[in-house]
């Protein structure tokens, strides 16, 4: 009763919550794109749903979920070019343009290839940017729609190049680093690294970035959705 409404517990048990809710509708954000990115029909009707574009366009979600505002906005982008119908205004409604996304996705990729490089020069020691980098690439094996909405989005503006040009910089930094046998839980949770130790990363994720790079190289190189299904076979069998 009384402990309950206790000025001690009440926060904890609130921020708990908040916690908990802020997971759930992380993965309700992904089960619905994984939906979304499988059939166009779907991702239309996305893209007409306030409740969810909001949240996507928050600037909120762009701070805090790197990897999803790239795939989101990269999907969003290849509807709103396919639908030039009236678009339905509603008040309190959040609404970017097909120039907007497309310039978002390419900002965000080219600051993940960015971030993912400044990582791997500390060492490793904040891998979350690197594993976000890694998730961002496996998204391209697990469903094709994803990397030609991804692809047709830096079409423009010269982005491919750019985005070559970011990766070429992660595959040169990883010459710099040492690999270790190490598994990669363990190597999360090591403390006290010597200065010698710096620039170590666990070779399982070394092999993880390479094919991913490789992936994304590829797909860029790539024109057309036949070439794109090659593309990911080869790269699966690397």
């Known amino acids: 009763g009384k402990e309950d409404n206790d000025g001690d517990h009440g926060p904890r048990r609130d921020d708990a919550t908040a916690t908990a809710r802020g997971v759930v509708r992380e993965q309700l954000l992904r089960s619905i794109f ?10 239309k009707y996305a893209a007409r749903v306030p409740d969810l574009t909001n949240i996507l366009y928050s600037n909120e979600f762009h701070r805090h979920h790197v990897v999803d505002t790239i795939l989101w906005y990269a999907l969003l982008a290849k509807v709103l070019s396919v639908n030039k119908g009236p678009q339905l205004r509603m008040k309190g409604v959040v609404s970017i343009s097909n ?5 978002t996705c390419l900002e965000t990729s080219l600051a993940l290839c ?54 070429a910089l992660i595959l040169k930094g990883l010459n710099s680093v040492k ?13 006290g ?8 990363m666990d070779e399982g994720v070394i092999a993880l970035i390479r ?6 190289l590829l797909n860029l190189e790539s024109t057309g959705s036949n070439k794109l299904t090659s593309v990911q076979r080869s790269s699966k069998t690397d």
């Not at 094919?211 to 994304?216: A, N």
């Open 193 to 200: 690294k010597s200065p010698d130790d710096v620039k170590t």
């Open 99 to 103: 120039n907007q996304l497309v310039e």
């Open 211 to 216: 094919k991913g790079c490789k992936s994304l």
């Open 114 to 167: 960015q971030d993912c490089t400044k990582a791997m020069q500390g060492g490793g020691n904040d891998m979350s940017v690197v594993y976000d980098f890694i998730r961002f690439t496996n998204c391209f094996h697990e469903v094709q729609m994803v990397a030609e909405c991804w692809v047709e989005a830096l079409s423009v503006k010269g982005g491919a190049k750019k985005i070559q040009n970011g990766i």
């Open 34 to 43: 994984i939906m979304s990115s499988q059939s166009q029909i779907l991702a």
């Open 179 to 191: 690999k270790v046998a190490a598994p990669m839980e363990q190597k999360k949770g090591k403390k």
